[in-house]
């Protein structure tokens, strides 16, 4: 008998966890991306946010886009400038430029996204139009 993990569904998906949470019995396909290291949470139904840990990048190095339902970072960095200047004796910190995607449900929408700390946060919101919201339908007499 197979056990199933949905981390990898849970890593890439944002505002599907329902649909994960109903595929219990599916196969699990391993994630071969392990940078940078991130965080995905989810605030409350209907609000998410990733963390990603992006230590000795500037602000001005990130790029942030949104092509229908897939967010993509992506990240220039200046190392090659950067290693001429200095000797290393251990270089424990990676620094290269990268490209992560983070596929969106459906009505997921950027709120905003802060980089402090060598953090950058991005907070998402699930909102649903008016005409796809449950009615409900008055129940008349003739």
């Not at 966890?17 to 994630?31: H, I, N, Q, V």
């Not at 090659?80 to 596929?103: A, C, M, P, V, Y």
């Not at 459906?106 to 919101?125: S, T």
Request: charge should be negative; charged fraction near 30%; aromatic fraction near 8%.
């Amino acid at each position: 008998m197979r056990t199933l993990d949905l981390s990898p569904l849970y890593r890439s998906f944002i505002g599907f966890d329902r649909l994960a949470s109903a595929l219990e019995s599916s196969t699990a396909m391993p994630s071969t991306e392990t940078f940078p290291p991130y965080n995905i949470e989810s605030l409350d139904e209907n609000r998410y946010r990733v963390s990603m840990a992006l230590a000795g990048y500037s602000k001005e190095q990130l790029t942030l886009t949104v092509e229908d339902t897939t967010l993509k970072v992506t990240a220039k960095s200046d190392q090659s400038t950067d290693e001429n200047e200095r000797k290393f004796l251990h270089r424990g910190i990676e620094q290269h430029n990268f490209e992560r995607k983070f596929q969106l449900g459906e009505h997921i929408q950027i709120r905003e996204a802060e980089f402090e700390n060598g953090l950058l946060h991005i907070d998402m919101e699930r909102v649903i139009p008016e005409e796809k919201k449950p009615k409900q339908i008055a129940i008349g007499t003739r």
